[in-house]
Nanobody, 122 residues
Framework: QVQLVESGGGLVQAGGSLRLSCAAS????????MAWFRQTPGKEREFVGG????????YIPNSVKDRFTISRDNAKNTVYLQMNSLNPEDTAVYCC???????????????WGQGTQVTVSS
């Protein structure tokens, strides 16, 4: 079992940056592919980044490509989401998730954090 705790969210002006962190419990963090999703009320959960177990492969959807970067530090049991050039449309609750493989579908992931709120003001 893996417990995930996100941090780093907050209020930022448009054009600003934030780095989200997701700390995992347990000694098997490197056994899991990790991902970040975001969700706003009334919308489906949206995949915004995924990373393989070793960190050697990353996946960023076109919707946030060139602005978002995902990385992980297996020694620290932590996955990060660097978000640059933020705009109000990025406002959402951001959640990290752990699964056996990386994919864009939320159903692939077995463990989820509670999420951290990101609010971008115009």
């Amino acid at each position: 079992q893996v417990q995930l705790v996100e941090s780093g969210g907050g209020l930022v002006q448009a054009g600003g940056s934030l780095r989200l962190s997701c700390a995992a419990s347990g000694r098997t963090f490197s056994s899991y592919a990790m991902a970040w999703f975001r969700q706003t009320p009334g919308k489906e959960r949206e995949f915004v980044g995924g990373i393989s177990r070793s960190g050697g492969s990353t996946y960023i959807p076109n919707s946030v490509k060139d602005r978002f970067t995902i990385s992980r530090d297996n020694a620290k049991n932590t996955v990060y989401l660097q978000m640059n050039s933020l705009n109000p449309e990025d406002t959402a609750v951001y959640c990290c998730a752990a699964g056996s493989v990386v994919g864009t579908t939320s159903g692939l992931y077995m463990y989820w954090g509670q999420g951290t709120q990101v609010t971008v003001s115009s």
